[in-house]
């Protein structure tokens, strides 16, 4: 099943890519015969044959790539053919993989389980839309690629007026996935809350994002704060009942998270995502996925204190 | 309603199915396995078998199955053992399952009737034998039902494994529900999926029942009984041994003419006399939580001679006798049959079930029981010829012509396939003489033949028991209320109170003439009993 699917998603890559890019630079992508006459590595960058010089255990391995499939936009079924999965950080993942000269491999879990799945070694990398905090840089080590934005999903009409993390959700029940850094943003509103008299917001989790928007329009909940793409694609999706009540920014960048023990790993996917933002491929998915190109940040490190 | 049909015949969704029964069949298999290991060691006489399956239960069905898959998913790499997805969900819920499979198995076993596996070991089979052609079928028969129910919900619980990752139905269905944004139309055509999963182990589950199904012989009634309009005759088919009964009852072939019994007592009691010993009791005793049963207990009895035993229930005549068989341990003394001592071996050694089976099978010591524990699950032919392969390892056309011979001995050469419980109580006491004969035992003990029989039924059975003695010249113990037969068919009578003789002596002598005033007082009491009956 896993090769069936990485095997198709990288058709649907190929037709994505086109033959853009001259043919010359795929020549680090030797062990892959298929790979090297189709068009899609053409976009690899010129760069990419020297990083797999550089690190040329990944080359023509399979890794395994943990993703919680339930943001579409991010990474979800196709739904024309459920077979594949697809999305920004499923293209970025390939990118890296084709630069690095290794095949991916994909393996759905729960939001939370994600990065357990990385460090139990069932998933060599996690590319899902996971936000790099000091907290999870306990079990992993991130590679920023993404600025945070999010968006607060509410009801159509916003009965509760809810302007944001703040006062406003005083009293109100939000959404949230189990292991989601909006989870103790919104808890620590308890003590103004109570300043304020008003009683504290009320949390639901779930285990996904698609849970997550049934609840409001279920209208067991008010709210739902989360990665504003994700938010746009539900008010896309239910026109008539949901909307954006407005956007914010977190402090926190969107990151690749690699097991904490292999730096080498971790320099070559650096690396590899610096080379893919500097050839410009970033911003040509990110144009794809209809996600704002100053949303993009150059690769840092979040690492455990 | 189009999209409906549209998931429902999505192949994404379908190729799920193959993995929720791929781990369903992991889970099942690999529980029924491990069930079986399970129920061996809580069944087994090793105690630490039992607390070390007792434990590992608790701490399988006391934790949360999500919590086990994650374990065996996430958990065992760090100990080196990295299973697939598929792997790891199909041991947790093998895991899972073996516990509440081994409660089935254990709960089944120890449902056959107790004194069904009481004749087995009397018949000298050896446990494994015992557990293979006695309780195995019938405890298998009862516990379809619920491992019908054990496998819908393994399947239910196949879902589970979506939290490691595993392509199954539930995990592609909400994936595809995210992506798509139609939940309804998704869960309705995966609901409907698991349904028609579930639906098919139910009627696999009916399909097995009717094809084990002991009263519908032939291939024919098996299929008719599953169409649904005919389901109807299922009551009637319940209730049926009441009504055979009555009619065979008077079509006995067994002639109760009366065999003129000039038996020269004197004569037999000369033959005897000087006789091999066939049972030695010496100083038998035996307590039950420090009450007496057996006190002190002597008895010979000699090869050909046929000796009641009489007195009060509860005076230990069954457990003398069960003693005999050595199917009752004793705190003292020793039993020797034909000069063999069953239970020990020759420097004193306490024998293992096993070898004491063996060596019941080789003192040729045959046991009628006063509640008859035939083998409910087969007919009177196999009942007799069944222990005949499997212990004594005759050849089944051997076999069958003995069973055939004996019953019609007994007088149910028409019954030789009806089942036991078609059966009326004569008929299965009589079925239980013609299996205890069988292998051509030494010495037969009866318990009670005839105590748990219907007035008017006692007679057939007698008459048999007569036949024995008088024409085959066998070795009996018989322990009976029938003191009018005690008094015509036995040479010797013994009178046990309180686990003692209080009197032994010819049978005419102490039946008539009772030297002891408490075996009077009994006889008298039987005399009161057999005048308000009659």
Request: charged letters at 20%.
């Amino acid at each position: 099943m896993k090769i069936f699917q990485s095997g198709s998603r990288r058709g649907s890559r190929k037709a994505r890519l086109g033959a853009a890019l001259a043919t010359q630079l795929v020549i680090g992508v030797l062990g892959l015969a298929m790979l090297s006459a189709a068009p899609a590595a053409a976009a690899t960058p010129a760069a990419c044959a020297a990083l797999q010089a550089k690190y040329p255990s990944l080359k023509g391995k399979t890794l395994t790539n943990g993703v919680n499939p339930h943001t579409p936009g991010y990474e979800a079924l196709d739904p024309n053919d459920p077979s594949k999965y697809v999305g920004f950080d499923i293209d970025l993942g390939e990118a890296i993989g084709d630069c690095l000269g290794f095949t991916v491999a994909y393996k759905p879990v729960t939001f939370a389980a994600l990065l357990t799945t990385l460090e139990a070694g069932q998933a060599d990398i996690v590319i899902s839309d996971i936000y790099a905090t000091k907290e999870r840089a306990k079990a992993a080590d991130f590679v920023t690629y993404l600025k945070v934005y999010d968006g607060v999903l509410v009801a159509k009409g916003n009965p509760k007026k809810i302007d944001g993390i703040s006062e406003s959700m005083c009293g109100t029940t939000a959404a949230e996935n189990t292991g989601y850094v909006e989870v103790p943003l919104i808890q620590a509103l308890e003590a103004k809350c109570k300043t304020a008299d008003k009683p504290a917001p009320e949390i639901q989790l779930y285990d996904n994002n698609a849970n997550c928007i049934q609840a409001i329009l279920a209208g067991r909940a008010d709210t739902y704060v989360n990665d504003v793409n994700t938010v746009d694609g539900a008010v896309k999706a239910y026109p008539d009942k949901l909307e954006k009540a407005t956007a914010v920014t977190l402090p926190y960048s969107v990151g690749i998270a690699v097991p904490r023990n292999k730096t080498d790993f971790r320099d070559a996917v650096t690396a590899a995502l610096t080379e893919i933002q500097k050839a410009g491929l970033q911003a040509e998915l990110m144009k794809k996925w209809n996600l704002p190109v100053d949303q993009m940040e150059a690769p840092k490190l979040v690492l455990a204190d | 309603m189009e999209l409906f049909f549209h998931y429902l015949s999505q192949p994404y969704l379908l190729t799920g199915i193959v993995f929720t029964l791929l781990i369903t069949a992991l889970g099942l298999g690999g529980g029924l396995a491990m069930g079986l290991v399970l129920a061996g060691m809580q069944l087994s006489r090793f105690r630490a078998l039992a607390i070390l399956a007792r434990a590992y239960a608790v701490i399988s069905r006391g934790t949360p199955l999500i919590l086990q898959m994650i374990f065996c998913y996430n958990a065992l790499p760090l100990i080196g053992v990295k299973l697939s997805a598929v792997e790891a969900a199909g041991l947790a819920l093998a895991l899972n399952e073996a516990p509440f499979i081994a409660e089935i198995i254990r709960g089944n076993v120890l449902g056959v009737d107790r004194g069904q596996v009481t004749a087995g070991q009397a018949l000298g089979m050896i446990p494994a034998v015992v557990m293979t052609y006695v309780v195995a079928p019938q405890a298998i028969r009862s516990m379809i039902p619920a491992l019908g129910n054990e496998a819908v919900s393994a399947l239910k619980n196949s879902s589970l494994a979506s939290v490691v990752s595993v392509q199954e139905l539930t995990l592609r269905s909400t994936q595809l529900a995210s992506s798509t944004f139609d939940f309804f139309s998704v869960f309705f055509a995966s609901g409907l999926m698991y349904l028609v999963l579930t639906g098919a182990i139910a009627f696999t589950q009916i399909i097995l029942e009717v094809l084990l199904d002991l009263d519908l012989p032939t291939p024919q009634a098996r299929l008719v009984r599953l169409l649904p309009w005919r389901r109807a005759e299922l009551a009637p088919a319940a209730s049926r041994p009441p009504a055979v009964r009555a009619p065979v009852a008077g079509a006995e072939p067994l002639p109760l003419a009366k065999t003129p019994l000039s038996i020269d007592r004197e004569k037999r009691r000369a033959a005897f006399a000087d006789g091999k010993l066939a049972v030695e009791i010496d100083a038998l005793t035996k307590s039950y939580n420090g009450r007496p049963v057996l006190q002190q207990l002597d008895l010979d009895v000699r090869a050909g001679e046929v000796v009641a035993l009489v007195g009060p229930s509860g005076s230990g005549k069954s457990t003398l006798l069960r003693s005999i068989n050595r199917l009752e341990a004793w705190d003292s003394g020793t039993i020797r049959v034909f000069g063999r001592e069953l239970g020990t071996g020759p420097n004193g050694r306490i024998l293992s079930p096993r070898e004491i089976a063996g060596a019941r099978a080789g003192a040729g010591v045959g046991m009628v029981f006063q509640s008859f524990n035939l083998f409910g699950h087969l007919t009177a032919k196999e009942n007799v010829a069944g222990p005949l392969r499997w212990v004594q390892r005759v050849s089944r056309a051997d076999a069958d012509r003995r069973a055939t011979e004996l019953l019609n001995r007994v007088g149910l050469g028409a019954h030789l396939d009806s089942l036991p419980r078609h059966l009326s109580g004569g008929q299965q006491q009589r079925v239980a003489i013609a299996r205890a004969l069988a292998p051509n035992p030494r010495v037969l003990l009866l318990d009670e033949p005839t105590s748990a029989l219907d007035p008017e039924l006692v007679g057939e059975v007698l008459e048999v028991i007569r036949r024995l003695a008088v024409e085959d010249g066998l070795t009996m113990i018989v322990s009976t209320h029938q003191i009018g037969f005690a008094q015509e068919v036995a040479d010797t009578a013994v009178c046990l109170v309180d686990g003692a003789i209080i009197e032994k002596g010819s049978a005419n002598e102490v039946l008539s003439r009772p030297q002891n005033p408490r075996t009077a007082q009994f006889l008298q009491i039987m005399a009161e009993e057999e005048k308000a009956a009659g």
